[in-house]
């Protein structure tokens, strides 16, 4: 069983930067995939980000070129970058490495 903990969340302007951080521990043999993805009030979960084991990442639409994300395989540790954020991205960030997931990090863009 995966254990994973995010961090990083917060308060921020549109337009601002934030990053958010997820640890996996326990019972893992480097996760091949990991990943974020997020839930805004009355919408439904959905993919932002992953990334294997040997780099590859995958971005949604939305958040193409604004939003980075990264690994530390050494440190089973993932990390996304966002940035030029709008009050859109406000939602609860949560990690992914299937079948695991995080309790999810509040990310909040307003004025």
């Known amino acids: 069983q995966v254990q994973l903990v995010e961090s990083g969340g917060g308060l921020v302007q549109p337009g601002g930067s934030l990053r958010l951080s997820c640890v996996a521990s326990?019972?893992?043999?480097?996760?091949?995939?990991m990943g974020w993805y997020r839930q805004a009030p009355g919408l439904v979960r959905e993919f932002v980000a992953a990334i294997t084991s040997t780099g590859i990442t995958n971005y949604a639409d939305s958040v193409q070129g604004r939003f980075t994300i990264s690994r530390d395989n050494a440190k089973n540790t993932v990390l996304m970058q966002l940035n030029i954020l709008k009050p859109d991205d406000t939602a609860v960030y949560y990690c992914n490495s299937d079948p695991s997931w995080g309790q999810g990090t509040q990310v909040t863009v307003s004025s």
């Open positions: 326990g019972s893992i043999f480097r996760p091949y995939v």
